[in-house]
């Protein structure tokens, strides 16, 4: 799996619990303390998916980004695939 899609699939595994998960506003230090990746190349891939819509980036006090419903998709396919493969 490519490694953005590793972030994906952590930011999704924050927030699929959440009764809203596309609203819930994650903060830069959740996907560090979850991730093997350095802050710069989280934001990197952050952007690159930003760039393919499955998130969504807000630049407030501290950096906030949230997973949309496209990114929501995506990452139960790969976290699916992900599976299959494990048993394989």
Known sequence: MDNRYQILVTLWSLVKEIPQPTQYQCQPRQLIL????????IYSHLLSLQNEELVTIVQADTLQFSITQKGM????????????????
């Open 73 to 88: 998709d995506e990452a139960v396919s790969l976290a699916g695939t992900a599976v299959q493969n494990s048993l394989k």
């Open 34 to 41: 979850l991730s093997s990746f350095d802050w710069a190349t």
